[in-house]
């Protein structure tokens, strides 16, 4: 940590002395091969989002990806509609699981650590496992095409059961069994599953919890699945006893790997599909670059499978790391479990949200000093930048040599556009910005590029891991008008920004009234449907607000119809209701009673401007001719400069 230029603090640099990692050599190749000058990385960057046909297949060769590659990297550079690889054909779990036949066979794919209980499975145990549940898929009539759901935690099994769903070309996807049957249901019912994967318990908190019950439920609203699968602690069912053989079904680039969800502000929450090419290129990219992961690393994050994260940690496979799964609480039995565990295993990449961060921190405990965590080099964060105290807490938890990237993406690319790289100073309360292959602008509203002002987040050129299309969408209307609705052919991803004249970037969160809490996007149409069967309450409104320092305020706002008053009992009636139908990451912070809500003349609530009130991000005040109860907005505005003041002070 030193003070750099105009006394901008540098909490890591890069050190001259040190041998070429794989990020310099990557781009010593492309500049050998293609007579391209990248003397530094923003000369790799601006190559990169010049020739974004060149720069992916540079990508794919440099890892030789297993597969099929005729043809040209891009038929057509438009977006959206943009053609990668047109004639290729391969399969994501088969590269990924190359070195099971391998000299590296025996070395360890995956740590399981649970209660002080650990056990490792290798690169051939790993493949073992997806052949046989494979084979046992196969013989189910499962094929190319045909859905794969689960309601499993982060355990090896659901990491074997979503590679042996690729292998066979079929789609995955899962949910987390923390997730309110309702709420799992709204997902996985859109996808008409043929096999449900799903746990009858697990452990949390120290804890079994029975989820039989809850298991069942979703089952049963599942018309489409022909068969539940156990998955426990002996195995799945007993899928694994018949050994399978190493077969892939090699599919073309952009064929479907697995949809992930996220909600807007209305509707059930949206499918999102990614392709088996798009993830497998920037999952190399980003971690076998950006992150510089060998098989001499460990990576690990607290992630349920719910969120894009878990994808991410399987994706860190395709360098050949290995992973810790882990299933329990994060915070059990003391807060900084995250930091005992990264210890106890070895651990050289560390990945955590904000939000966990910041609560280890404010307890007071030090977790560099109560564990050796000297192993530790890399830091990878999420969501928008981190604050200035939980950036120096945790540098300081590490070696001198670890190194912070703070990154911003999102469940849309299942990756990210802003983060670390190697090759240049990470500054504290700055992300390092655009990471290769990222064409990144802050747009203000007239739709020109600026520097030094917030604007909206977006990326003009293509990018292989944007999605195959949404789920139930046949004419892709929803896609673009998701993306592409603001400004046309351009991805206007909802974040607002900052970007340095230097390419540094902060994000400051969501410009549209998507949640995003601790780095996990939430839908408030599951909070509003949570509440429809509450009497007393007219309607409702909630917010997710970015505040000074790094935290998240989200609080529910809701008109009560006369017939009760907001105490209590009527307070833990909407917690408990939302906690059950939803999850507990959508229960609320602050639960207040207003007057009205305000509404459009088509009877659409107005979130986003009135987050921008509270925020107070100079935007203009909203448009009280587009209110059909313009009146409604009196309460928010007051109620918002209060807020904004009482901030001010303590900030």
């Known amino acids: 940590?030193?003070?750099?230029?105009?006394?901008?603090?540098?909490?890591?640099?890069?050190?001259?002395?040190?041998?070429?990692?794989?990020?310099?050599?990557?781009?010593?190749?492309?500049?050998?091969?293609?007579?391209?000058?990248?003397?530094?990385?923003?000369?790799?960057?601006?190559?990169?989002?010049?020739?974004?046909?060149?720069?992916?297949?540079?990508?794919?060769?440099?890892?030789?990806?297993?597969?099929?590659?005729?043809?040209?990297?891009?038929?057509?550079?438009?977006?959206?509609?943009?053609?990668?690889?047109?004639?290729?054909?391969?399969?994501?779990?088969?590269?990924?699981?190359?070195?099971?036949?391998?000299?590296?066979?025996?070395?360890?794919?995956?740590?399981?650590?649970?209660?002080?209980?650990?056990?490792?499975?290798?690169?051939?145990?790993?493949?073992?496992?997806?052949?046989?549940?494979?084979a046992g898929l196969r013989a189910r009539g499962v094929g190319p095409g045909d859905v794969v759901a689960a309601v499993l935690p982060n355990v090896p099994e659901t990491i074997i059961a979503l590679l042996a769903t690729a292998s066979i070309g079929a789609i995955w996807s899962v949910c987390s069994p923390e997730l309110a049957a309702p709420a799992a249901i709204s997902r996985l019912s859109q996808l008409g599953p043929v096999v449900l994967f799903g746990s009858t318990g697990y452990e949390f908190n120290g804890k079994w919890l029975d989820r039989r019950d809850h298991l069942?439920?979703?089952?049963?609203?599942?018309?489409?699945?022909?068969?539940?699968?156990?998955?426990?602690?002996?195995?799945?069912?007993?899928?694994?006893?018949?050994?399978?053989?190493?077969?892939?079904?090699?599919?073309?680039?952009?064929?479907?790997?697995?949809?992930?969800?996220?909600?807007?502000?209305?509707?059930?929450?949206?499918?999102?599909?990614?392709?088996?090419?798009?993830?497998?290129?920037?999952?190399?990219?980003?971690?076998?670059?950006?992150?510089?992961?060998?098989?001499?690393?460990?990576?690990?994050?607290?992630?349920?499978?719910?969120?894009?994260?878990?994808?991410?940690?399987?994706?860190?496979?395709?360098?050949?790391?290995?992973?810790?799964?882990?299933?329990?609480?994060?915070?059990?039995?003391?807060v900084d479990r995250q930091f005992q565990l990264s210890a106890q295993t070895g651990v050289t990449v560390f990945g955590a949200g904000a939000a966990y961060l910041r609560a280890v921190q404010e307890s007071g405990l030090n977790p560099g000093t109560d564990s050796d965590l000297s192993s530790v080099r890399l830091g990878i964060t999420t969501g928008s930048t981190l604050a200035d105290p939980s950036a120096l807490w945790l540098c300081d938890q590490f070696s001198p040599e670890f190194r912070l990237a703070d990154s911003s993406g999102g469940t849309d690319i299942c990756s990210g556009f802003i983060g670390g790289n190697p090759l240049e100073p990470v500054r504290l309360g700055r992300m390092q910005g655009a990471m290769l292959g990222v064409a990144l602008e802050i747009y203000g509203d007239d739709g020109r590029p600026v520097r030094e002002q917030v604007g909206e987040l977006v990326i003009t050129k293509p990018m292989p891991a944007m999605p195959v299309a949404f789920w139930n969408d046949p004419d892709g209307s929803r896609y673009r008008n998701a993306y592409f609705a603001q400004f046309p052919d351009v991805w206007t991803h909802g974040d607002w920004a900052v970007e340095s004249v230097d390419g540094t970037c902060e994000v400051l969160g969501r410009s549209d009234a998507t949640l995003n809490r601790g780095g996990v996007r939430l839908g408030s149409a599951e909070i509003y449907s949570a509440l429809d069967n509450i009497e007393g309450i007219h309607d409702s409104m909630v917010l997710g607000v970015e505040v000074p320092g790094g935290d998240y305020w989200m609080p529910l706002f809701v008109v009560l119809d006369g017939t009760r008053a907001l105490d209590d009992d009527l307070t833990a009636e909407i917690r408990n209701a939302i906690r059950s139908r939803a999850s507990a990451r959508h229960v609320p912070d602050e639960i207040i009673a207003v007057p009205a809500i305000p509404l459009t003349h088509t009877g659409k609530k107005v979130e986003v401007p009135v987050k921008r009130l509270f925020v107070g991000d100079g935007a203009p005040a909203p448009d009280r001719g587009a209110l059909a109860n313009p009146a409604a907005l009196d309460w928010f505005v007051q109620r918002a400069a209060d807020f904004r003041a009482e901030h001010a002070k303590t900030n």
Do not use: Q
Request: aromatic share 10%; charged share 25%.
């Open 1 to 134: 940590m030193s003070e750099g230029t105009h006394g901008v603090t540098r909490l890591w640099e890069p050190d001259p002395e040190t041998p070429a990692g794989p990020m310099r050599r990557f781009l010593d190749e492309v500049a050998a091969r293609e007579g391209v000058p990248l003397a530094d990385y923003r000369s790799a960057l601006d190559w990169s989002t010049t020739d974004i046909a060149g720069f992916w297949d540079s990508i794919r060769r440099h890892f030789d990806v297993a597969g099929e590659w005729p043809g040209p990297a891009l038929r057509s550079e438009r977006m959206p509609g943009a053609k990668w690889f047109p004639e290729a054909r391969l399969n994501y779990a088969e590269h990924l699981l190359r070195r099971a036949d391998g000299p590296e066979a025996d070395r360890t794919a995956v740590v399981v650590d649970e209660d002080g209980t650990r056990r490792e499975l290798s690169w051939r145990d790993l493949a073992a496992s997806v052949h046989s549940v494979a």
């Open 216 to 334: 069942g439920e979703i089952a049963a609203a599942l018309p489409t699945v022909r068969e539940l699968i156990d998955v426990g602690p002996d195995g799945f069912d007993g899928l694994l006893a018949v050994p399978g053989n190493a077969e892939y079904e090699r599919v073309g680039f952009d064929h479907p790997l697995w949809v992930l969800f996220t909600s807007g502000t209305t509707g059930a929450p949206k499918g999102i599909v990614h392709g088996h090419g798009g993830m497998l290129l920037e999952g190399l990219k980003l971690f076998g670059l950006h992150c510089e992961l060998t098989e001499e690393d460990r990576f690990s994050v607290a992630a349920n499978t719910s969120w894009m994260v878990w994808n991410l940690l399987v994706d860190s496979l395709l360098t050949g790391a290995s992973i810790v799964t882990y299933s329990g609480s994060p915070t059990y039995p003391r």
